[in-house]
């Protein structure tokens, strides 16, 4: 009797599953891309090595949340051993919701600690109102994770920022500082002290946001402070973006030109020993054609990169993404 009914009502549920299946399917690709794309990361920069005890700089936002996921997945197979520690600062901003990290890090089950540093007063007691407070309150939050590294026996911090990141950062550099320089995957602490690592180095933003949707993690809204984010990056943001919509492509090559720097084609004399630069008589295979126009083509991901995937991930690159 109600056959007609019934099957819109199937119809759609097997809709529905399909979609699910669907989803499933694109979950475990992100996946298998996050774990790749780290993996390669800190093997391509040997960000972690056996016996390093981890210091995972956690905020509330998608990045460190995806961070420390990826992390702890990596951990469970990659071909060293070492420790990982999830250290958050509670900078007493108004509306802090101070359980929310330490539930979450309860259920996952690793060793945390939050710091409490009411720096949110200091930084509002010297900057007078109006002004951006994000220089203060970055440095006086960096020499405490730096403090905090070592209280805790740390052998590497690491840091949430990922490629989009590394590229507003280069861009900035280059429109208002007047320097090639970007955001470097590992670094000695400004104090002689830490090695900072940024396992996100290779990952894009849009991979962190589409992973905290899959995972819900609670997050914690990043205006608690009431600050604007700082203009410029926001408009490097933009340009970025608008230049991906329109060129796809050219995010990936910019990117990519970061890891293939020649210094005898830049102009620093301190970086290339320009002065020293004579005809040796011998054909150059590589050397410069000088009067033609270089034909541009992007450079293929070092074989490093490749090695370190199987090396990192155990599984070669196999993920078609
Ligand atoms: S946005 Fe707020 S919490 Fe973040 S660095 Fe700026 S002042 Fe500090």
């Not at 490629?163 to 970007?182: S, W, Y």
């Amino acid at each position: 009797m109600n056959a007609p009914d019934t099957l819109p009502v199937a119809e759609a549920l097997q809709q529905g599953l399909a979609k699910e299946r669907k989803a499933e399917r694109e979950a475990h690709k992100l996946e298998k891309r996050l774990c790749r794309l780290v993996g390669q990361a800190i093997g391509d920069f040997n960000m972690i090595e056996a016996g390093d005890r981890v210091m995972v700089c956690l905020s509330g936002g998608k990045d460190s949340y995806g961070m420390l996921d990826i992390l702890l997945k990596l951990q469970a197979r990659a071909p060293v051993s070492f420790e990982l520690i999830a250290v958050n600062l509670d900078q007493k901003q108004p509306g802090f919701p101070a359980h929310v990290l330490p539930e979450y890090l309860h259920g996952v089950g690793i060793p945390f600690h939050i710091e409490e540093q009411d720096t949110y007063s200091i930084v509002k007691d010297k900057v007078p109102e109006g002004k951006t407070m994000c220089s203060l309150c970055s440095r006086l939050r960096r020499g405490i994770l730096y403090r905090v590294a070592q209280e805790l026996g740390a052998t590497k911090i690491a840091l949430g920022h990922h490629r989009d990141d590394i590229l507003q950062t280069t861009f900035l550099n280059m429109f208002f500082g007047g320097k090639l320089k970007g955001m470097p995957p590992k670094l000695v602490s400004d104090d002689g002290r830490n090695v900072v690592i940024r396992p996100l180095a290779y990952v894009p933003e849009d991979d962190l946001s589409a992973w905290a949707d899959h995972r819900g993690f609670p997050i914690i809204p990043c205006t608690l402070c009431g600050s604007q984010e700082n203009l410029q990056r926001k408009q490097m943001k933009a340009m970025l973006r608008d230049w991906d919509k329109r060129f796809p492509g050219r995010i990936e090559s910019i990117f990519t030109s970061l890891q293939n720097v020649v210094p005898s084609h830049l102009m620093d004399h301190g970086l290339f020993p320009f002065a020293d630069v004579r005809a040796t008589g011998r054909p150059e295979p590589q050397g410069d054609i000088a009067f033609d126009e270089d034909e541009s083509c992007a450079s293929p991901t070092p074989v490093s990169s490749q090695v370190n995937v199987i090396r990192w991930t155990g599984a070669a690159r196999d993920d078609t993404d």
